[in-house]
């Protein structure tokens, strides 16, 4: 891989492991889950005072405070998954990405539908049937990953435009803010499809990835299970990495949203 100090980077490898043995993340009558998280920060740098205060206004149609100083643009990402199965059954394993930028930090939560449903919410979530014994690997392509940032944003601009949103909804003129986030971070919807309940919240600037909390999920049932990234990050702009040990990272967002009737 490429220097740590360099524009181009192999972030040291990230595992994470899931028990039999562990508490349920969540629990009611309707839904057991069984959750793991890391937090996994990407080297972005952080601004100077003097780059703030030039990045000015957010522009227009975007949910930021201000400007963004990390823009999709900017970066390239690329992550290389193995996900694996301990046990000697087979198991539906989830690995969850659940985004960041340097706003937010994305935290889905589950919605109760009915008093007989209960529904994790989405992040961007796979799910594998993974044999036992055995494992699963594969990529989230920069254009993958660009989805992500994507998916993020527009989430956000739902999230801050909810109140509106849940009285026109409750007046029979639109979809609830919940279902609009849910439906945007679905991984088999697309901000590129004209999709009427998706391509509407893109802003036209998208802020760039910061990190993601990497997750496992079991429903109903814990495993034995685990899971490898590696990720490789350009710097197309030039000048927004860092090395990956160092403490001039823009690190882990202090706020964090949520779909607006989201439960934990």
Known sequence: SCAGSSSDQEI??????????????????????????????????????????????????????????????????????????????????????????????????????????????????????????????????????????????????????????STQAMAGNGTDPTTLVNHIFNPQNWSNTNDPLFTPWVPPVIAGLTGFDLGLRSVNAPANVAVEITIQIQDLNGNRLVAETSTDQIGIPPTVISPPEARF
């Open 12 to 165: 040291q490898p990230v595992d994470l492991g899931m028990t039999s043995t562990i508490a349920p993340y969540y629990s009611d009558g309707n839904l057991t889950l069984y959750q793991v998280n890391v937090p996994v920060p990407l080297p972005v740098r952080r601004p100077t005072q003097a780059e703030l205060q030039s990045l000015g206004a957010a522009p227009a149609g975007t949910p930021y405070p201000r400007a963004p100083f990390l823009t999709d643009g900017d970066e390239s990402l690329e992550v290389h998954y193995v996900v694996s199965n301990l046990d000697a059954a087979p198991h539906t394993i989830w690995m969850l990405i659940d985004p960041w930028n340097e706003f937010v930090r994305y935290n889905p939560g589950v919605t109760v539908v009915s008093d007989d449903e209960t529904d994790p919410n989405f992040g961007y979530d796979l799910s594998f049937y993974v044999d036992g014994n055995s494992r699963v690997e594969g990529d989230l392509t920069s254009d993958d990953m660009e989805e992500v940032a994507i998916k993020l944003a527009a989430a956000e601009n739902v999230i801050s435009q909810a109140a509106a949103i």
